[in-house]
């Protein structure tokens, strides 16, 4: 069974930096896709960000787009996500999640099959 451990959360005040980690063990997918969610107390589970193990174009939210970029590192199956110009909405659990794909990602919590605990992220003004 596929699992996640995420880490690099903290707290960090608005305009600032940080980046997350993502380490997966036993993905054997052969074909998979690695994405972000984050989740703020009271609201729904959203999609950050998602990259095919393959390549391609990264899905973005609309919100974080040209401020937070995801990478992956296929040799030892780890995702990042890099957030610059933090903001206080930005506040949030965020969660590391795989799904199988034959090459679409996608933002919607309903394809990712796998998640990790998640790691809090607080920016403050």
């Known amino acids: 069974q596929v699992q996640l451990v995420e880490s690099g959360g903290g707290s960090v005040q608005t305009g600032g930096s940080l980046r997350l980690s993502c380490a997966a063990t036993e993905l054997t997918y052969a074909s998979y896709c690695m994405a972000w969610f984050r989740q703020a107390p009271g609201k729904e589970r959203e999609g950050v960000a998602a990259?095919?193990?393959?390549?391609?174009?990264?899905d973005y939210a609309d919100s974080v787009k040209g401020r937070f970029t995801i990478s992956q590192v296929n040799v030892d199956n780890t995702a990042y996500l890099q957030m610059n110009g933090l903001k206080v909405e930005d506040s949030a659990m965020y969660y590391c999640?795989?799904?199988?794909?034959?090459?679409?990602?996608?933002?919607?919590?309903?394809?990712?099959?796998?998640w990790g605990q998640g790691t809090q992220v607080t920016v403050s003004s």
């Open positions: 990259i095919y193990r393959f390549g391609g174009s990264p």
């Open positions: 999640a795989t799904r199988r794909t034959g090459g679409h990602c996608g933002l919607s919590v309903y394809g990712y099959a796998d």
